[in-house]
């Protein structure tokens, strides 16, 4: 569970006429390419509620077009303050330590610090993983999985008494497949008991998600499952598209799916989804729940460019998960 707090809740109330189940931020996007000084861009990143309002990772990619990794804050969790300097991580096993690249990052508190993960350089792509209780110093742990792999993302409180986490094993490139896996550790070091969660969708039953797939923000815990958000990936004449839909896993057992929803929630339409670095990506890292309205709201990344906003109803989400469900 994210400690909550007093802080306004960034929100925005479904335009009329709109028939979404979630609906963009009027003024997506929220945060520039450029804001650092150093920035080309801004995109597929993190936020949690900290302190009286709200802290993140965000994924910098420099001008030299190198992926850092940048703390940011808020009060209202729609205009960020991030900082120009990148995160120095500490701690590290030598071995591991030496920075190569981090981006897509996720972050979550449990138990009593927050926890972050990312995709993260060590001889290819893997699962890097590290803790904060302030947002200023990160604590590195050993990276969760062998390379290849992406899209390392925790749940919010240990499952039968162990961390879990869900991943999407990959190559070294622009990886043409993928699946969900679901694996489990005592102690954010050793992980283990890796069960299959999900596979691409076929292509004539729901195409958006027929080449791979990847876990989004960290899922939420709800009475019919965890929701969790991921994007799914057409392989078009033009390229990768990358929209996003919703599934159901059981609570205890996450790797079993109760219900993945056949259409997609959001797909690239508007310009800055479709226009930037990469065309037409949507990509969700991050998601606030205000328990108390059941209000989601939802950050992706636009285009590998920008990142943006998008609202909806945790219990609308479920509804429309089950009754599109392709399961
Ligand atoms: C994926 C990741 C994401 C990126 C997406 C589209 O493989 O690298 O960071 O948003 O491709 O380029």
């Given at each position: 569970m994210n400690k909550m707090n007093k802080a306004p809740f960034p929100w925005e109330n479904k335009p009329a006429g709109d028939r979404g189940v979630i609906w963009r931020y009027s003024a997506n996007p929220i945060i520039p390419r450029d804001l650092l000084s150093t920035s080309n861009s801004i995109f597929n990143s993190a936020v949690v509620p900290f302190d009286d309002g709200y802290a993140g990772v965000f994924r910098c990619d420099d001008?030299?077009?190198?992926?850092?990794?940048?703390?940011?804050?808020?009060?209202?969790?729609?205009?960020?303050?991030?900082d120009e300097d990148d995160i120095r991580l500490i701690d590290a096993d030598a071995e591991i330590g030496a920075w190569v690249y981090g981006y897509d990052p996720r972050v979550i508190w449990?138990?009593?610090?927050?926890?972050?993960?990312?995709?993260?350089?060590?001889?290819?792509?893997?699962?890097?993983?590290?803790?904060?209780?302030?947002?200023?110093?990160f604590h590195q742990l050993e990276n969760a999985f062998l390379p290849f792999n992406r899209n390392g993302i925790l749940f919010p409180r240990k499952i039968n008494g162990r961390f879990a986490m869900l991943s999407r094993p990959s190559d070294n490139g622009h990886t043409p497949f993928g699946d969900i896996f679901y694996s489990e550790s005592p102690d954010m070091t050793f992980w283990g008991?890796?069960?299959?969660?999900?596979?691409?969708?076929?292509?004539?039953?729901?195409?958006?998600?027929?080449?791979?797939?990847?876990?989004?923000?960290?899922?939420?815990?709800?009475?019919?499952?965890?929701?969790?958000l991921y994007h799914g990936v057409l392989t078009s004449c033009n390229g990768f598209v990358y929209s996003f839909g919703s599934a159901l896993l059981d609570l205890h057992e996450p790797w079993k799916v109760l219900a993945r929803s056949g259409p997609y929630l959001l797909s690239p339409q508007k310009d800055y989804e479709c226009i930037g670095d990469v065309p037409n990506v949507t990509f969700p890292c991050a998601a606030l729940h205000d328990t108390a309205t059941g209000r989601l709201a939802i950050y992706y990344g636009c285009a590998d460019t920008v990142t943006s906003l998008a609202f909806g109803y945790v219990d609308e989400i479920v509804a429309f998960t089950k009754r599109t469900s392709i399961v």
């Open positions: 001008t030299n077009r190198r992926m850092r990794l940048h703390a940011g804050f808020s009060v209202d969790g729609i205009h960020w303050n991030i449990i138990d009593d610090r927050y926890y972050v993960t990312w995709c993260n350089g060590y001889h290819g792509p893997t699962i890097g993983c590290a803790w904060t209780t302030d947002f200023r110093t008991r890796h069960r299959h969660v999900m596979s691409p969708a076929k292509f004539e039953l729901s195409a958006w998600q027929c080449t791979k797939i990847g876990g989004g923000p960290i899922p939420v815990e709800t009475p019919d499952g965890w929701l969790l």
